[in-house]
């Protein structure tokens, strides 16, 4: 009897700890970023100050970025980006630079979260690439259209601009892993909440969480069962 109750005691502790797992990796990546002066990204350029940067969509596509205040109650830019690929994963969350004119201030070209080969390349309105480019030594990656504001860039081709050569992209092609470059700032990753979840955007999928249900039911039938035989 009580081996059996020690079993399902055991079982119960580690489908209590694979739902904690779960629910402390924010999917939205969370990151926290503290900028000493003015930083360009698409659509806004950020004051000084800690931001908090998160994916809007994980469960979609993954590739709708936002950037918010250090206490999540304002949104400063929603953007579209482009997966972006490294030869080695991230050691620590961080942001790459352009290097812009002395005139501007820089401009955010990549996200990392630690662990992850896989990152978000930002994908400027053609507008503020223009003027960007001027002093940029690598092209910066745009929409071929006329664009003005982040939300016109989430369909149409796309390219990369740089000292007046416009370079096509395929917005679905699979980069080839490279070395990051530019400068670093590191971040600081967010302490996981469960209002996340309900942050999420409504045409997110359920289904990882269905499944954990679905997990911890089998469990606890499977424990009920074993104490049932051994008695």
């Known amino acids: 009897m009580r081996h059996a109750i020690r079993v399902v005691l055991a079982i ?8 904690a797992s779960a629910f402390a990796q924010p999917l939205d990546k969370r990151t926290f970023f503290t900028f000493s002066g003015p930083v360009s990204i698409p659509g ?6 800690k931001y908090l940067f998160r994916v809007v969509d994980p469960t979609v596509t993954g590739r709708v970025v936002q950037v918010m205040s ?7 830019a929603m953007f579209f980006t482009l997966p972006a690929q490294r030869l080695e994963p991230a050691d620590n969350p961080e942001v790459r630079f352009m290097e812009t004119a002395s005139t501007m201030p820089p401009a955010v070209k990549t996200w990392w979260y630690p662990g992850q080969r ?6 400027y309105p053609k507008e503020q690439a223009r003027l960007l480019a001027e002093g940029v030594a690598e092209p910066i990656l745009t929409t071929r259209a006329e664009t003005v504001k982040p939300a016109e860039t989430r369909a149409g081709d796309l390219e990369r601009l740089g000292r007046g050569q416009e370079t096509p992209v395929a917005r679905e092609a699979t980069p080839a892993p490279v070395a990051p470059t530019g400068v670093v700032q ?4 967010a302490a996981p ?3 996340i979840m309900e942050m999420l955007p409504q045409t ?8 954990l249900i679905g997990l911890l039911c089998l469990a606890g039938a499977a424990s009920l069962r074993f104490f049932r035989t051994a008695r």
């Open 12 to 19: 119960a502790l580690a489908t209590g700890a694979l739902a």
């Open 44 to 49: 806004v350029t950020l004051p000084a100050g």
């Open 70 to 76: 250090d206490d999540g109650k304002k949104a400063y």
């Open 118 to 123: 896989t990152g978000w390349e930002m994908i």
């Open 186 to 189: 590191p971040g600081e990753l």
């Open 193 to 195: 909440e469960m209002p």
């Open 204 to 211: 997110g999928s359920s289904l990882p969480l269905v499944g």
